[in-house]
């Protein structure tokens, strides 16, 4: 009667596919409310202010090809988690961020945020036959960076992330919205960690000149055996900040600050 569920003894599933490598996974709903005073009750009445939110996050390792970063554009995402014979889930979900992190001595890290505008609610199992994936773990070894200084310096680690703007629309007699509006365009930022051999920081004012000229900015992700798990891109990427660090204990290291869009 009062055992506890742990990780092992849950799944959580997108479009059919068990997720695999998670670290973490939240799922969650909130209500906008407020309390009302009509005149001649003094208890008040708690109402509604606002839709619900309703919000999935999960964070995990990078260890095959990722199944969620084709859902930049319209197409929905269905999910649930699955635990105890049961099962928690949505079937209109949008994603609204993803982001990636690189570094020396780490396996990739992936952390992805979805909006979900049907209602979460048990019963609802995103489980499917879709086979499991390949794993391949990726090392330092089998992930490349390709932006500013990259040949010739090295790189320690990146991150590198994706904005979605949502917009529900509602109408009255509807819980859900009766359209979800894409809101170009999609916005790209990346940070590159460099340690220094022969690179300088580019003058101050650049940007304000010729600094906004789209550059290359693009990132490979394989497995140990070549097999590739995600490549990853800044269109009209542009060099916004730049920082070099030099301590007594360590080597000089310049940081590359990046933002596109599309």
Do not use: W
């Not at 200084?149 to 904005?163: A, E, H, P, Q, W």
């Amino acid at each position: 009667m009062f055992d506890t569920r742990l990780n092992s003894d849950s799944q959580f599933f997108i479009k059919g596919q068990e997720i695999s490598g998670l670290e973490s996974l939240d799922i969650g709903y909130s209500n906008s409310a407020s309390t009302l005073k009509p005149l001649g009750y003094a208890k008040g009445v708690t109402s509604i202010s606002g839709p619900t939110s309703q919000e999935v996050s999960f964070s995990r390792n990078l260890i095959y090809s990722d199944p969620i970063l084709s859902y930049t554009g319209t197409d929905t995402i269905s999910g649930s988690i699955n635990y105890n014979g049961g099962s928690y889930g949505f079937t209109s979900g949008y994603l609204t961020s993803y982001s990636v992190n690189c570094a020396v001595n780490s396996i990739p890290k992936v952390n992805t945020s979805v909006v979900v505008y049907d209602e979460l609610r048990s019963g609802y199992d995103a489980s499917g036959s879709e086979s499991p994936p390949t794993i391949y773990i990726p090392s330092q070894g089998s992930i490349t960076a390709t932006c500013d200084n990259t040949t010739t310096n090295r790189v320690v680690g990146f991150d590198y992330s994706l904005k979605v703007n949502r917009k529900p629309y509602y109408t009255i007699g509807s819980e859900v919205p009766v359209d979800v509006t894409m809101i170009s365009p999609i916005e790209y930022s990346a940070t590159v960690q460099l340690e220094v051999d022969d690179a300088f920081l580019e003058s101050g004012y650049a940007f304000l000149g010729t600094g906004k000229n789209s550059k290359t900015v693009s990132f490979s992700i394989n497995g140990r055996g070549g097999d590739s798990l995600q490549s990853l891109s800044i269109p009209n990427a542009c060099l916004i900040g730049e920082r070099l660090n030099s301590s007594a204990d360590g080597a000089l290291r310049l940081t590359l600050n990046y933002m596109g869009h599309q």
